[in-house]
């Protein structure tokens, strides 16, 4: 075991933790950002960002997370590029493993994020890769000219659907219900655009193919009426999940897995533990209120670490 123990281990690398690498560097507490093995967040996986203050003309997500981590690096926060397998928060200093490798630290900053939710149809696992996806951005490019469907009624789903008129021929929006839950501005772009069908009150029940994804079965929710349409590709882009498996037991969460902070902080139920961005966000989920959140746990941090040590 390394002897060293950290000032502030910040767990998890997309906006959130990024920007309370930022602070936590530029205050001289010399982070140690353990950034996972898909750096850089949910961003990763989007296009354009519209809504990041201060980029008029809007920004791709990666180029966003690849500015914010450089600007992390340039006041010396240092990465391991692997993920933790384990924390112990019961006593101070706190451990955090990386595989068998064991760190401690003062201080430590969550901001692991969420992950995409599936359906849970068996056949949506068989095709996993193989015209299934949960990201149009990274997969979209392989359904040139061919029909594409996208399951879910909130932003993500009116965003990647847009996207995806990119490539496709067409793209089908299935919904289950007979409106979206997406900003009118999206929900108005979608329902303009010529590429795109929607399919209301509408569940995808299963997907059919060979090696590849053929055709889906979908399932009216008033009439019950089943039909099948060929398919290329299916989109699944019904919300997330907050990654805290490893935290279990550790922290206090809510139902959904979502770490819980105290009022107008990032203070978590263990003192010393900082959470910030969606891993305790289930409301905002934006990549600004993200990395705001991130600010305030390593300005929380930092004013914790001076009054305990
Ligand atoms: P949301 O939770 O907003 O939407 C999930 C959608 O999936 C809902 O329409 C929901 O249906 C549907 N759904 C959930 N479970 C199932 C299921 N089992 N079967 C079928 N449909 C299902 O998630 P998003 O990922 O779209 O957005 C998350 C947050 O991020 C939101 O706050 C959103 O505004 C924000 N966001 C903002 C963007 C931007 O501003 N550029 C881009 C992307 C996201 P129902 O409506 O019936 O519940």
Not at 42 to 63: A, C, R, S
Not at 86 to 107: C, G, T
Not at 140 to 154: S, T, W, Y
């Amino acid at each position: 075991m390394d002897k060293t123990i950290e000032n502030i281990l910040i767990i998890g690398s997309g906006p959130a933790g990024l920007t309370a690498a930022i602070y936590a560097a530029r205050a001289n507490l010399n982070p140690l950002m353990i950034e996972g093995e898909e750096v850089g967040g949910q961003l990763m996986t989007t296009t354009d960002v519209e809504n990041y203050p201060g980029f008029p003309d809007g920004v791709m997500g990666p180029d966003l997370m690849t500015l914010t981590r450089k600007q992390a690096e340039r006041f010396g926060t240092r990465f391991v590029s692997s993920n933790v397998s384990k924390v112990d928060f019961s006593s101070r200093p706190f451990k955090v493993w990386v595989s068998d490798k064991e760190y401690q630290a003062n201080a430590v900053i969550i901001s692991t994020g969420a992950s995409a939710t599936y359906l849970g149809l068996e056949s949506e696992k068989t095709f996993l890769g193989k015209g299934v996806s949960a990201c149009a951005t990274c997969d979209g490019a392989f359904f040139r000219n061919m029909n594409v469907a996208i399951v879910g009624g909130g932003d993500t789903a009116m965003e990647e659907a847009l996207f995806l008129t990119r490539f496709a021929k067409k793209v089908m929006v299935i919904h289950r219900r007979d409106e979206f839950r997406a900003s009118k501005i999206m929900v108005d772009r979608v329902k303009a655009h010529e590429k795109i069908e929607i399919l209301w009150n509408t569940q995808l029940v299963e997907i059919l193919g060979d090696t590849l994804v053929k055709s889906i079965k979908v399932k009216n929710t008033q009439s019950g009426e089943e039909q099948g349409l060929p398919m290329d590709g299916v989109f699944i882009a019904i919300g997330h999940r907050p990654n805290t498996s490893i935290f279990k037991g550790q922290i206090e969460m809510n139902d959904q897995g979502y770490i819980e902070t105290k009022s107008k902080s990032t203070y978590t139920s263990v003192d010393g533990v900082f959470a910030a961005g969606d891993v305790q966000d289930h409301v905002y989920r934006q990549a600004i209120s993200a990395a705001g959140t991130g600010c305030m746990a390593a300005i929380d941090c930092e004013r914790w670490l001076t009054e305990n040590s």
